[in-house]
């Protein structure tokens, strides 16, 4: 962004940086184990699982193996979403794999011209999701102790994707020629270029949730967002409140908080944030669209969106099958 047009958004983010700063010096005792905590989240839950789904798109795309998936999925995916077939590997991967594989995966396809900035932007919008894995078994299983609403959560998450895929699939020009397969030049150390990309990717992911999670610590210790809870808590009730606002920043905190009040709106609301994915995930993946010149602004709004539609629908599936 240029620096005239966004001198307040610079200011505000030195000014929540200084006091994270300071804080993390004048109460070490209290930030240095938060950071920690982050670290061992990302190491014990997040490393193990994403670092092969890394490794293993990275050398599919590098060795040219998307082709035949990609001339499979052509035709529906260029009538539904204006994307390339390409797109239809990226969001499988995305649903198999969860945040921020899809994301990920775009700048790669991006880097190999396989896609433009525009098909980018719209593949953005369809292709970031959460995987079952988290959403079943973490949130739905273990957080509300019913299988039954991991699943409700799992599939009206999913059908919201499509729906932004399909209400953004109309942004920028096709290009025809562009998007077409592209002859792979013969590439050199394919194995090492894949596993070092992994791991400045994991390494990536892994410092996103680090910061975000003493971050929330930082936020929640000083109350700064408590007249925000308050209003909201006056609507939707303090706990659904607190987990919202919990949420925004740091997804599966704010599930966890939502999950102790389990009810229709609760579940809801935690599906809203899966969808979203909260601050953390969200400047993961921006960190990768940004490779692939996406619009990050349309990203962003397609996930707002996301948000809102994914938790109506939720709303209104799990008041009709009644799992509470």
């Not at 999925?73 to 390409?86: A, Q, S, V, W, Y």
């Not at 990226?90 to 991006?110: Q, R």
Request: charged share 15%; hydrophobic share 45%.
């Amino acid at each position: 962004m240029k620096e005239k047009k966004t001198p307040f958004i610079k200011i505000f983010a030195s000014v929540i940086t200084i006091f994270a700063c300071i804080c993390i010096t004048v109460f070490p005792e209290r930030y240095i184990p938060s950071a920690k905590k982050g670290i061992l989240l990302w190491a014990n839950n997040v490393l193990p699982v994403l670092f092969p789904f890394f490794f293993c798109t990275a050398l599919l795309t590098k060795i040219g193996a998307l082709d035949d998936f990609g001339q499979m999925c052509d035709k529906p995916t260029k009538k539904l979403f204006r994307c390339g077939g390409e797109t239809a590997y990226v969001f499988l991967m995305s649903i198999i794999s969860g945040y921020p594989v899809g994301a990920k995966l775009i700048s790669e396809l991006y880097a190999e011209k396989r896609i433009d900035k525009y098909e980018a932007t719209r593949a953005s919008c369809l292709c970031s999701t959460s995987g079952p894995l988290f959403v079943i078994g973490t949130v739905g299983t273990c957080m509300f102790g019913n299988k039954s609403a991991g699943y409700i959560l799992f599939a009206t998450h999913i059908f919201s994707a499509l729906i932004c895929g399909k209400i953004f699939c109309f942004y920028g020009d096709f290009n025809k020629s562009y998007v077409s397969r592209k002859k792979q030049r013969e590439q050199k150390n394919v194995l090492y270029e894949c596993v070092y990309s992994s791991i400045i990717s994991i390494l990536v992911v892994g410092g996103f949730i680090c910061v975000f999670y003493v971050l929330s610590d930082i936020l929640c210790d000083f109350k700064i967002t408590y007249p925000l809870e308050f209003v909201i808590g006056k609507i939707i009730g303090n706990i659904n409140a607190q987990g919202l606002i919990k949420g925004l920043i740091e997804c599966t905190n704010g599930c966890s908080v939502l999950s102790k009040s389990p009810s229709a709106l609760s579940v809801s609301l935690a599906c809203g944030l899966i969808s979203f994915g909260g601050l953390s995930v969200l400047f993961q993946s921006i960190v990768f669209l940004k490779k692939a010149k996406v619009n990050v602004g349309i990203f962003i709004l397609s996930k707002i969106i996301q948000f809102i539609v994914s938790m109506l629908l939720c709303f209104i599936v799990v008041s009709i099958i009644n799992v509470f």
